[in-house]
């Protein structure tokens, strides 16, 4: 049963996606998306119900797959044309070269150089591809609703792109499958396949508006994905030409065993993670795809794209537990995470302060995959649900505002609570989610501080070093944006023209983020307890219940506490002043009388710090840094495997 | 057992604590300064007058925000002393700082949200150093568990983390607020930012204010004793003197030292975090 669902689950969303891009009429095509993620969803939750009435066992699936495996050659290499093709018409001729190289060298491995592979199951489902699984379809097709409505509202605010709603769609639900397929794959060469094809969806949306700045950017995203492509088959081609087998549980099995070869294989697909979650020094690529219309900057940029890139690092976790390639993920996720944070603050573009913040949870998972041990692999996992969760949220959030107020920057949301209730609210619940305790993003970092302590000396101090100041930056920027939400100044509400799809997407969110702040200890028990049990055997909760559930208990007052409060004060008998200005207040709390005796406006602005933290003070050092780790430490991890 | 009734002795005595630290304060202060001073019951009479004063606000927002600010400390301070988990008890207290935050900036109000910008920075500066006074104290116990180090025996842990030590009493200067780094408020309000966070805070919310500041002050001297406690009697002696002649220190340096822009106090706050706890750290790790 299982069996037949998989290839349901991966196909039905390029159905859609055919139906949407022939579709032209707006109303039909809405229909076709609101049903089409339906339906998705619902496939998938009928998977996760069958496995689970299954046992919950991990079920291996497909090992024999000839025709299958010549079909997704073909795509490979029709994907390899596409690129060449798009890289030449802009005369990118070394990301051409980047691509052939790559897909042509597995096409050979595979069907010309006459290695005997071991047939092994080409899919797996256990309980992280679960979850995985969840996240893209919950998410996914949460945002692929939103897209309809934000889609139209950005036509009307932006009149000067070409409306190419009949290309953008349809590719939210080819990623949609591809991405079933990446985190559903074993095999490595199948999944190296989705992989490629998450990188050129990505390229294609961020160069939505065909703007130059929209494609230099795209092809920057590119190259650099390639590049970590590259790494991934020159990863697939040596374990496979050494070991006989391009199974993923293989190679974690021999990389843990510490046998050089795979470790280095390892290193290979870490590199590619690396690029794929816009880690240092690929971080740039990232920030390029935020002029990418909202609905892909949520899906791919920050909710389930990027994530491909830590699934496979928690993944090779325990094979890099204590040895090179663990040191090096951990320091570039330690840097990324401190220097991201860093980057943050001095900036205002909204949605720019996003992508820094993703690139630096992403750090942080990252800087958790390569310590490999049991509890970090447990921050990791809840690093990621949270993430998608709250991420996917903001970004949507932004988005509804951008559409409605026609800004985006984080100055223009003073006092959004009063013009903007329903959007203001939503984004405070999402930046809590993102660092305030008892949210679940900071039980994870709690969890990792927790672990690295106990990582290694010269090691664990300086990735505890990395947490605290990383901790500390990440403070400043979110409570920033915080206190610019909730300021009041008595300004009329606006029209809203977020629409219902949007909202109820919001809504979703909103709830499934409580929910499963709620839910914490419940899903610790027996969802993340048990991965980690098949992946390192008994481990001890790297939280104990207790403090769990003291987290739940805060987590109730921050949640009903000012509620109450706000309830009960309102019986209280006050009056209502005007702020202290002093003594040169006109009459309003938004304007003084200036030194010409005028009227002025008052302006409150936060800090930005630039002088400081400016992007052109961090990040050249933090590139150096982490290209300098990269190159001396895969260095050599290669070297020291290949003599 | 002991623990809640720890606990419960700290949620009704920390106040009266607090209180007479702070009649202290202005004592200790006053006599510094060549002045006779208040009883050291001023500041208590102070809030019997602040909560008797008609509500005036400028929104409704800051007075609940001000008392989730208030609720918050406490919940950290009574975790802190039912002997749980440090760093939760410290994620507590970052949580309710935030709260402040809003509170200030809810106002829209110029000397207000200046005040909760430097806040901020403020919270920034002391940050790394109060996660790492957890992950120091772990690293000579074993523990995050505050009753459990409380109760480990051997040398007073302060032995091994003199680093930790040196830079926590630092940052407990940034903490509540005081001369040098009162950055973010000011005890006289005809300085340049007036009263910062608390320029438009008065009569119950104000009163929310000093409550919560007694609560913490209690919690941090708490934090300071941890590191002289070994389970015995004696130790818990040590504690005590320990952490009054930290709080006298804090009023000297008060006394003595004019406010430091916040370049300067974020530059010294990371530098001593760096310095001391950091290479505190490294030994420690060395060592293991």
Not at chain 1, 181 to 186: F, T
Not at chain 1, 316 to 332: D, E, K, Q, S, T
Not at chain 2, 23 to 32: L, Q, V
């Amino acid at each position: 049963m299982i069996a037949n669902l998989v290839p349901v689950l991966i196909l039905f969303p390029f159905l859609v996606a055919a139906a949407t891009a022939l579709i032209k009429e707006d109303q039909l095509r809405g229909c076709v998306i609101y049903t089409g993620s339906a339906v998705t969803i619902v496939a998938a939750l009928t998977l996760v119900a069958q496995w689970a009435l299954g046992g919950a066992q991990t079920v291996e699936l497909y090992v024999e797959t000839g025709t299958v495996d010549h079909i997704i050659l073909a795509c490979e290499l029709l994907l390899m044309c596409l690129v060449i093709f798009l890289s030449c018409a802009h005369g990118k001729f070394p990301i051409a070269m980047l691509s052939a190289v790559q897909t042509l060298g597995v096409v050979w491995f595979e069907v010309l150089s006459g290695v005997e592979l071991e047939e092994k199951a080409h899919m797996v489902i256990d309980r992280f591809t679960i979850i995985m699984v969840l996240i893209v379809a919950c998410v996914g097709c949460l945002i692929a609703t939103y897209a309809v409505g934000y889609m139209r509202g950005y036509h009307q605010h932006h009149t000067e792109f070409a409306d190419r709603r009949s290309f953008f769609l349809p590719l939210l639900f080819v990623f949609i499958g591809a991405m079933f397929g990446l985190v559903l794959s074993a095999n490595m060469a199948w999944m190296y396949f989705f992989w490629e094809i998450t990188s050129v969806i990505s390229f294609l949306l961020i160069g939505y508006t065909q703007t130059e700045e929209a494609v230099t950017n795209s092809f920057r995203a590119l190259w650099m994905n390639l590049l970590g492509g590259l790494g991934y088959a020159a990863g697939i081609i040596w374990f496979g030409w050494t070991y006989g087998t391009i199974d993923l549980y293989d190679l974690v099995a021999s990389g843990s065993a510490g046998e050089a070869v795979a470790i280095g294989c390892v290193a290979l697909l870490a590199f590619a993670a690396l690029t794929k979650s816009a880690q240092l020094p690929f971080s740039q690529w990232l920030l390029g795809a935020m002029v990418a219309p909202t609905p892909s900057s949520a899906l791919l940029h920050s909710a389930t794209m990027v994530k491909a890139g830590v699934y496979l690092l928690l993944r090779l976790a325990p094979a890099m537990h204590g040895n090179l390639a663990g040191y090096m993920v951990a320091f570039i996720g330690g840097l990324t995470f401190f220097s991201a944070s860093l980057m943050a603050i001095s900036t205002s573009d909204g949605k720019r302060v996003l992508a820094f913040s993703t690139i630096s949870n992403l750090g942080l998972i990252t800087a958790c995959a390569g310590v490999g041990s049991a509890e970090t692999v447990w921050a990791g996992l809840f690093l990621i649900v949270f993430h998608a969760v709250s991420k996917s949220m903001l970004f949507q959030c932004i988005g509804a505002i951008e559409n409605t107020t026609h800004s985006r920057d984080v100055e223009s949301m003073h006092g959004l609570i009063q013009r903007q209730p329903k959007l203001a609210t939503i984004m405070i619940i999402g930046i809590c989610g993102m660092f305030l305790a008892p949210f679940g993003m900071l039980i994870s970092k709690w969890a990792a501080l927790k672990s690295f302590v106990e990582a290694g000396r010269i090691f664990g101090t300086l990735l505890v070093l990395m947490v605290c100041f990383g901790s500390a930056t990440t403070l400043l920027y979110w409570s920033k944006w915080l206190s610019k939400l909730v300021a009041i100044n008595h300004t009329k509400p606006q029209k809203d023209i977020t629409e219902q799809g949007e909202y109820l997407s919001l809504f979703l969110h909103a709830a499934a983020m409580v929910l499963i702040c709620l839910c914490f200890p419940v899903l610790s028990g027996k969802l993340m307890q048990p991965i980690l049990e098949t992946m390192y055997g008994a481990v001890d909760p790297t939280i104990s219940t207790g403090n769990l559930i003291i987290m739940v208990v805060l987590l109730a007052c921050v949640l009903v506490l000012p509620a109450l409060l706000a309830t009960l004060s309102k019986k209280v008998q006050r009056r209502e002043v005007l702020n202290y200005m002093a003594g040169i207040n006109t009459g309003d709390n938004n304007h003084f009388i200036d030194t010409m005796g005028n009227d002025k406006e008052l302006q409150l602005s936060a800090w930005y710090l630039e002088n400081w933290f400016g992007e052109n003070k961090v990040m050249k050092p933090s590139l150096i840094a982490a290209v300098a780790i990269i190159v001396l430490m895969l260095g050599v991890i290669l070297g020291g495997a290949l003599v | 057992m002991m623990r809640i009734v720890l606990c419960v002795v700290y949620l009704i005595a920390a106040p009266f604590v607090g209180c007479l630290l702070d009649g202290c304060d202005r004592k200790i202060t006053a006599r510094m300064q060549g002045r006779q001073g208040p009883s050291v019951y001023q500041p208590w009479w102070d809030l019997q007058k602040l909560l008797a004063k008609e509500r005036l606000m400028v929104n409704p927002s800051q007075f609940y925000l001000m008392a989730s600010y208030t609720v918050f400390v406490v919940i950290s301070g009574a975790l802190f002393f039912c002997g749980s988990d440090l760093l939760l008890v410290f994620f507590a207290l970052t949580t309710s700082e935030m709260f402040m935050v809003l509170a200030a900036s809810t106002t829209s109000s110029p000397y207000s949200s200046m005040g909760a910008n430097r806040e901020l920075i403020q919270m920034t500066s002391s940050e790394p150093m109060v996660l790492l006074t957890a992950v120091g104290l772990y690293l000579a116990t074993g523990t995050f568990s505050v009753a459990e180090t409380a109760a480990m025996g051997g040398l007073p842990i302060i032995c091994k983390l003199p680093g930790f030590f040196i830079g926590f009493v630092f940052i407990l200067t940034i903490k509540m607020r005081k001369s040098p780094f009162d950055v973010s408020t000011s005890h006289h309000a005809h300085q340049e930012m007036v009263k910062g966070v608390t320029t438009e805070m008065s009569g119950a919310t104000l009163a929310c204010e000093t409550i919560a500041n007694w609560y913490e002050h209690v919690m941090l001297m708490g934090i300071i004793g941890l590191f002289c406690l070994n389970g015995t009697v004696w130790s818990m002696l040590l504690a005590i003197v320990v952490a009054l002649a930290v709080y006298f220190l804090e009023v000297l340096i008060d006394n003595t030292s004019a406010r430091v822009k916040w370049q300067t106090m974020f530059k010294l706050a990371w530098g001593v975090t760096i310095v001391c706890a950091g290479v505190n750290l490294f030994v420690l790790q060395m060592l293991r």
